[in-house]
């Protein structure tokens, strides 16, 4: 059987050096599955000037204070990921960013973070569940894979395909339900 997965990187890989060294190993040992590591976009804030984050527990103290080591031996691991197993990152923009994307100063910090990932790494494409989104990265030259959620039916996902039927995407990712009725997905 040959298969292939998105791999998610956790925030907790940086716990300590042995968590480190055997999510590489455990990388390396699979990495024929692997067609991308995973993660979400993380903290963007135009105070920063530093970005590899992503849940809100594990950027800020019990005083909400950024912790910023945190935040860089995050990124520091997932450089350190991507150089031991050459592989490229998908990047996730899900609706927890979608009350910003009516804003351009917020659509600005979100650019300068996809910049900041694609000099570091080779960004395979950016999952989105929010279509408003499509046209933001094909103008940046971003390979854009739609994710559908919890809410969505076939009908929601036949008028969205039908909506953007010019978008070029590079997957779509399946929630449960819809995987589990491959007849119906599969006419498209």
């Known amino acids: 059987m040959n298969y292939?997965?998105?791999f998610p990187i956790s925030n907790y890989v940086v716990e300590n050096e042995k968590t480190l060294s055997a999510y590489i190993d455990t990388t390396l040992k699979y990495k024929e599955h692997i067609s991308s590591l995973y993660f979400p976009l993380g903290h963007v804030s135009p105070s920063l000037d530093f970005w590899g984050i992503r849940a809100p527990h594990f950027a800020y103290d019990q005083q909400h204070q950024l912790i910023r080591?945190?935040?860089i031996s995050w990124e520091n691991a997932v450089?350190?990921?991507v150089e031991y197993t050459g592989l490229p990152v998908t990047i996730l923009l899900n609706n927890t960013y979608s009350p910003h994307f009516a804003d351009p100063d917020s659509l600005?910090?979100?650019s300068r973070k996809l910049e900041f990932y694609r000099k570091r790494f080779?960004?395979?494409q950016i999952t989105i569940s929010d279509t408003q989104l499509i046209p933001f990265l094909h103008d940046r030259d971003f390979p854009v894979c739609l994710s559908t959620n919890s809410h969505t039916s076939i009908a929601d996902l036949?008028?969205?395909?039908?909506?953007n039927r010019n978008a070029d995407?590079?997957?779509i990712v399946l929630q449960r339900d819809?995987?589990?009725?491959?007849?119906?997905?599969?006419?498209w």
């Not at 819809?178 to 006419?187: F, G, I, M, S, T």
């Open 169 to 171: 995407f590079s997957g």
């Open 4 to 6: 292939r997965i998105e």
């Open 122 to 124: 080779r960004v395979k």
């Open 158 to 163: 036949d008028r969205i395909l039908y909506l």
């Open 69 to 71: 080591e945190n935040i």
């Open 108 to 110: 600005a910090l979100i």
């Open 178 to 187: 819809l995987n589990r009725r491959p007849k119906h997905v599969l006419r």
């Open 79 to 81: 450089h350190e990921i």
